[in-house]
């Protein structure tokens, strides 16, 4: 929702403008005391003014009134969630807020807002609220373009309420939270605007209150959101680093700019879709039947969510045809083929199996230019197309030294003894960095060679005579990437890691369980490079991904 002042009062119209470019995917609820109807059709006109709110104790009185009858509007549209706009926002995509509520939603369903924070008072209520903010901090560092602001208004010796709270400009509310907790919202007309009159700013607001509920949980009902930055004032950052942003494309979102600037043109904004790829691309999976209970879940997200793919393969082993074939047959509908083929699993050895099929790729999938190697435990969150997978017209391969991984995954350094036992070269760097993995053809039968020529075995045979068990003394991934690092580079795209701001954030549109576990029970996973605890089941409803039985 955005309330626009009229057109006298800022820029309300480059914000239109800049919306019009870059569109959201849901309904953008515009509502204003001018007729705004001709240039954004079905905006609202509301009754009167917010000079209604106007007290010589409280500035931020019409700006309250303003969110109260947004709040109020929503509430009567029956959303369950909102994300509040200001005039002075501005985006560079189009489906900016199903990118938000999706990254809102992925880090905590639970939480009832969220955005870029602001945090009061951080030690001046007790101990258990310092250590709380403290490690909502670490958590929070690595992906952030700016710190979150922190501020405070007593001394060390004084006790004062805390509060953490979004700034209200891209900020995501639960609805039924904000009516729970002021009923006033939805009240006769004097009682909202009371409210109104007798409220510090909004935003505020709702981090006083969230405290009054819930003390130092409060930071367990929040979520940072690293698409957006939104500020108040230039201490921090200027109006030209937001704008430069935009521009390119560091994120989707900025807020404050007080200039007429309409955001980037559609054209400067480069787009992977914009580069052809030339070849097809097939999704590839070896699994097995215990696995098939996740399965169900990536099938219906990539029946809802993948285009442009060649088709599916599905490798098992040969006694679970039979199940896998009942389970695919809804989802088999339409031009997304499913192909089922079968293999007979090495006893005692069925994960080095897998991984040896994996490197066989090129032979399951023989019409395919290039593979991307799927788990059954993972599901795809928004639309997803070969395109994803690649950067200025090449597959982007990912990257981090062990070096810098380590330092926060220690027990990774298994993969680079794993990799430099099968392989002639040194292994310095961990391939093995977020679904999906994706490889040229050529990759496969250059890795089985180098394999062959450093352990002088057969590759079935060196990796059938590995460890099977955890860890294993194989790793697949880590080793065809590597491999397309060392033979292949100029093929791909290079993604270093250890120069992101958040080495464990992937990009792609993909959330991956712990396929151990069980998908109606609580598991702690990494959602957007940081570490979360969700029910699976919960993840996959609120992505709208529908069984088909």
Partial sequence: MVYLPPPSVGHPRAFLQNIKNFPPKHPLVVYSDHDYSAEWPGAIKIAASPEIARVDTNKMAMQNLVFFVGLRIMASMRFSHVLTLEADCRVNTAGFDDILFQEFMSKNVNAVMGGSMAIFNPCSYNQAAARRFEKFIVDSYRSRLVPISVTGSSNLAEHRDSCVFPNGAFAIYSMDWWLKTCPQIIGKPEEYIELSKTSKTWDYLAGIKLWDEFKERAYDQVVTLDNVYSGY?????????????????????????????????????????????????????????????????????????????????????????????????????????????????????????????????????????????????????????????????????????????????????????????????????????????????????????????????????????????????????????????????????????????????????????????????????????????????????????????
Avoid at 377 to 382: A, C, G, L
Avoid at 422 to 428: I, M
Avoid at 481 to 510: M, Q, W
Wanted: hydrophobic share 35%; aromatic share 14%.
């Fill in 233 to 549: 004032g230039n201490v921090l950052t200027s109006e030209e680093d937001r704008m430069s942003w935009l521009k390119e494309r560091k994120i989707i979102g900025v807020h404050q700019i007080k200039s007429n600037w309409p955001g980037p043109e559609p054209r400067a904004v480069q787009t992977e879709k914009e580069v052809p790829i030339t070849g097809n691309m097939e999704i590839f999976m070896v699994t097995y039947s215990k696995d098939f209970i996740w399965l169900k879940y990536f099938l219906a997200s990539m029946r809802k969510f993948c285009t442009g793919f060649s088709g599916l393969t599905i490798l098992v082993p040969t006694q679970d045809v039979k199940q896998l074939r009942e389970l695919c047959i809804p989802y088999a509908k339409g031009d997304f083929a499913i192909t089922i083929k079968s293999g007979y699993e090495w006893k005692n050895k069925g994960f080095l199996w897998h991984e040896a099929q994996i490197c066989h790729a090129d032979k399951w999938c023989p019409n395919a230019d290039y593979i991307c190697h799927a788990d059954p435990d993972i599901i795809f969150t928004k639309e997803t197309t070969p395109h994803t997978f690649f950067k200025a017209g090449k597959l982007m391969l990912r990257y981090e030294p062990f070096i810098t991984l380590c330092s926060r995954h220690p027990n990774n350094m298994n993969w680079k003894f794993a990799a430099e036992n099968a392989l002639p070269f040194s292994v310095d760097d961990e391939f093995m960095r977020g679904h999906c993995h994706c490889y040229e053809k050529q990759l496969y039968p250059k890795t089985r060679e180098l394999i062959e020529q450093k352990t002088k075995q057969p590759f079935d045979e060196y990796v059938k005579s590995c460890k099977n068990s955890f860890p294993q003394s194989f790793a697949e991934h880590p080793t065809l990437g590597a491999v397309a690092y060392h033979n292949f580079r100029d093929s791909y795209t290079l993604c270093d890691l250890s120069k992101e701001p958040n080495p464990d954030h992937c990009p792609y549109p993909i959330i991956q369980f712990w396929s151990h576990g069980s998908p109606d029970k609580e598991q702690e996973i990494w959602i957007f490079g940081l570490k979360r605890k969700v029910v699976p089941l919960k993840v996959v409803n609120d992505f709208c991904i529908s069984l088909k039985e």
